[in-house]
């Protein structure tokens, strides 16, 4: 049985306010070919489909034109879709009869009985071989919010301790089913602890402050593989080839310049994982930054100047993140950049400003006690300000024009 695995598409994700419909609809249509070319028998997506919980009527067409599609070229595909912390578990789940017809499972909700217990067979998806034999028994887990999950050994635990409690009882629930020429593989959308975070993820993650980590130990060594979504830096978790993030298949953020992104194919044989391979997904916008390094304003004008003039497909125009170092305020900064790439082949996305070294002035910084504080004057923390952002004292011309609306503040309070 060959399996494919990936995740993070986030349909409907602007890059700097940039629609990237143009590069998901490349992806899909590469992955489609993929899914043809390897004969894949499972497709895995392990959550955040969309970028938001409300996506955009052409997103929501944009992914089912692509289940169609997928499904087309390979009728007995089988496809398990998991919901991640960007999509709506209930939105995601509404088509859920329609698609379990064409072998489409999807995961969302976590669904509780009368008696306020988990429904642990929701999540047991069974993967059939060509002579329609059940093989493979996928634990496909959607991202867990605070409270989906059992209690912790009858008190509230913490979040990290209610998941791994989960997969604990989900797998001794799945195991009590799995026959001997059978095996089980996981899917999840979360974040495992040690994971290695892209740019992107370290602004997105880390919103409960770290408790929210799951160990590797969470999922039991029986299984075959685990498939993660949630951090878009491709890796292994816990040093095992088996427990993957298999990253986001587009680039979230210009620290990934050169980062290659990709989909994980592997296949199960006689019950054991073999032949992984990443597979790279061909970028179809390019990221570009200039210069290599921040350098002056004079510098950066020179550069841009040299650049391409506009092409005739403006969907393939790489996005630019300009990158300029200050010794001081430069209101003017985005116009003069902005009429420096008029007609050039890029799309302006970010304006990255560094300023001079100010490791000497943080190290001199000094704590002013409250009491201490009606001894300041207004210029005082002014300079002050102004030399930790710049590292440089305040230019005359601005001393004088701080001065004057200091002494028209003054003269309007009295």
């Known amino acids: 049985m060959k399996i494919l695995h990936t995740s993070d598409w986030h349909i409907g994700q602007l890059f700097y306010e940039y629609d990237r419909t143009y590069e998901h609809q490349k992806f899909l249509n590469w992955l489609v070919e993929i899914i043809k070319n390897e004969k894949t028998d499972v497709l895995l997506i392990s959550g955040d489909v969309f970028d938001l919980s409300n996506p955009a009527a052409a997103s929501i067409k944009l992914f089912y034109t692509f289940l169609n599609q997928a499904v087309k070229g390979n009728p007995d595909l089988q496809i398990v879709i998991i919901a991640g912390n960007h999509d709506s578990a209930s939105r995601l789940e509404s088509p859920k009869p329609l698609l379990e017809s064409s072998n489409i499972h999807i995961v969302g909700l976590l669904d509780r009985n009368e008696d306020g217990l988990i429904d642990y067979e929701k999540f047991i998806i069974p993967l059939k071989d060509s002579n329609g034999l059940i093989k493979v028994w996928c634990l496909a887990v959607p991202f867990l919010r605070m ?12 979040y990290a301790e209610g998941v791994v409690l989960l997969y604990e009882s989900l797998y001794h629930y799945a195991k009590a089913r799995v026959k001997e020429d ?10 495992a602890l040690n994971a290695t975070l892209s740019d992107h993820d370290k602004t997105e993650r880390l919103i409960m402050g770290g408790v929210e980590y799951i160990p590797a130990t969470a999922f039991h060594e029986d299984l075959k593989y685990v498939a993660l979504g949630h951090i ?8 095992k080839e088996h427990i993957r993030y298999s990253g ?3 680039p979230m953020s210009f620290s990934e310049q050169h980062y290659q992104h990709q989909v994980v194919v592997f296949e199960l044989i006689n019950g054991e994982m073999s032949n992984l391979q990443t597979l790279e997904v061909p970028p179809s916008v390019p990221l570009l930054r200039l210069p290599r390094k921040h350098q002056t304003l004079q510098n950066v004008i020179a550069e841009l100047d040299a650049l391409p003039q506009m092409n005739e497909n403006p969907e393939m125009t790489p996005y630019l993140e300009v990158r300029v170092l200050l010794d001081g305020p430069e209101p003017a900064l985005r116009h003069k950049i902005e009429t420096a790439i008029e007609g050039k082949d890029v799309r302006l996305a970010k304006i990255d400003v560094k300023y001079p070294d100010n490791a000497e002035n943080e190290n001199a910084i000094t704590f002013i006690a409250p009491d201490n504080l ?3 004057k207004a210029i005082d923390v002014f300079s002050r300000v102004y030399q930790k952002q710049y590292n440089s004292t305040i230019p005359d011309n601005l001393l004088k024009l701080f001065n004057e609306v200091e002494n028209e503040v003054i003269q309007a309070g009295e």
Request: proline share 6%.
């Open 232 to 239: 878009h830096k491709a890796q292994r978790i816990g040093g």
């Open 374 to 376: 009606n001894e300041l």
């Open 147 to 158: 409270g989906d999950y059992p209690m912790s050994y009858g008190s509230r635990g913490s």
């Open 182 to 191: 059978q095996t089980m593989i996981a899917m999840s959308h979360l974040h």
């Open 248 to 250: 986001s298949p587009l």
